[in-house]
């Protein structure tokens, strides 16, 4: 099957919402894949997350998508960062793992972006190599479909959360093949001077936020951005947003244990402030 949940909510205009998977583990992935009819994707961490980009990955993917036709997409966040990081092998091996996307961190200017849908993308659109005898049937198609439609069906996504990137976000969004601009607002708010939002960016932040919204559709482009809590998500897609992170793994956890030990307790629970 080539098409997939989250290409199917951008075709419907509607808020593609996902969640971050932190955690290791295939019983962790298929919980967070199967906990709402309303994710249309998932987030496998293996930059900051505790999942290895193989066989972790690999292994995620396994189970998210042996949930059927009406799992989420398994998207993945490689490890490498930086504009002289080498990415193209760490690509290589998320799509070849059978992931639906890859989001790209730190990604600061064209040239870069260029690269990384270079990467992901089969001759003559770009340069991934063609050989993984298992990332067929993770998807449900045979290898002669899977070659001839990877190109089109394959999420590319990289990560503005640079001075850099905001500087060079209007040619970043106008290279062709990128389709999602992805803001992670706590490195951005680190790397413009601010501290991390504690829930919501400093107004500072916000405005940058805003111009990369502004940006991305200005150039066609799908926008996403992480939030903490479906209160603040659902702020984000009213103000436009595609693609929105609700939660983390992690995150929900600790949120849902501390919330009912503090009511057990006779506490009032406090909103959550700080926390990725």
Sequence with gaps: MTTHALAQTFKAAKPALGAWITLPGVINAR????????????????????????????????????????????IVR?????????????????????????????????EKAKEVVSDSRF???????????????TWGITAAEYLKSANEHVTVMIQIETKEGVVNVEEIAAVDGIDVLFIGPYDLSLNLGFPPPSPDPHPEVEK?????????????????????????????????????NVTSDSGAMT?????NLEDAAGGQSAERGFGY
């Design 78 to 110: 490689i490890p490498a960062t930086g504009a002289s990081t080498g990415t193209s092998w760490q690509i290589k091996y998320a799509l070849d793992a059978g992931a639906r996307g890859v989001l790209v961190p730190m990604v600061s200017n064209a």
């Design 31 to 74: 919980t967070v894949a199967q906990a709402s009819p309303h994710l249309s994707w998932v987030m496998i961490d293996c930059e900051h997350g505790l999942t290895s980009l193989q066989p972790g990955a690999a292994e995620s993917i396994q189970a998210i998508t042996g949930l059927g036709s009406n799992a989420p997409s398994a």
């Design 123 to 137: 001759p003559p659109g770009g340069r991934r190599g063609f050989g993984s005898p298992f990332t067929q049937g």
């Design 255 to 259: 949120e849902s244990l501390s919330r």
């Design 208 to 244: 940058v936020i805003q111009q990369i919204l502004k940006a991305a559709h200005g150039k066609g482009k799908k926008c996403a951005i992480y939030c903490t809590s479906g209160k603040q998500s659902f702020k984000r897609a009213q103000e436009g947003f595609d693609m929105i």
